[in-house]
C-alpha cells in the first residue's frame, strides 16, 4: 500500500484547502482511512476518520464543524476539506490507512498500518 498525500500549502486564517489522499496497492474500500497532523515540537494528533464506505466518520473537538473527510473509492482517494482555517491548524498532515476493524480505535495512531509522507498546510493570520 502507498499513499501520497497533495494539497497542502501556505492560507490566510479564515481560508479553505482540500487535502487528497491517493490511494495505491490494495483496494481502496477494504481500509479505514484516517487524518491524522503534527505542528513543530507537538506530538501527532488525530484530526479525522472514515470507515470503509464512507458513511461512519469521526472528528477531533479541535476541527468538528470546520474540517469534513470524505472517500471516492472509485478513485483512491481520500479527502479532507478545511474550512475556517485557523493559525492553529498549521501543522504537517498525513493521511493513514487501516486494515483493522473495531472502529472505535481509528482516532489512535497504532490502529493504522500504512502512512503516507505528509503535506505542510500553513495558515497565517
Known amino acids: 500500500v502507498q499513499l501520497q498525500a497533495s494539497g497542502g500549502g501556505p492560507v490566510q486564517a479564515g481560508g479553505s484547502l482540500r487535502l487528497s489522499c491517493l490511494f495505491s496497492?490494495?483496494?481502496?474500500?477494504?481500509?479505514?482511512m484516517g487524518w491524522f497532523r503534527q505542528a513543530p515540537g507537538n506530538e501527532r494528533e488525530f484530526v479525522a476518520a472514515?470507515?470503509?464506505?464512507?458513511?461512519?466518520?469521526s472528528y477531533a473537538d479541535s476541527v468538528k464543524g470546520r474540517f469534513t473527510i470524505s472517500r471516492d473509492n472509485a478513485k483512491n482517494t481520500v479527502y479532507l476539506q478545511m474550512n475556517s482555517l485557523k493559525p492553529e491548524d498549521t501543522a504537517v498532515y498525513y493521511c493513514?490507512?487501516?486494515?483493522?476493524?473495531?472502529?472505535?480505535?481509528?482516532?489512535?495512531?497504532?490502529?493504522?498500518?500504512?502512512w503516507g509522507q505528509g503535506t505542510q498546510v500553513t495558515v497565517s493570520s
Open positions: 472514515i470507515g470503509r464506505s464512507g458513511v461512519s466518520t
Open positions: 496497492g490494495r483496494t481502496l474500500s477494504s481500509y479505514v
Open positions: 493513514a490507512a487501516s486494515a483493522r476493524f473495531g472502529g472505535s480505535k481509528a482516532t489512535m495512531g497504532d490502529y493504522y498500518d500504512y
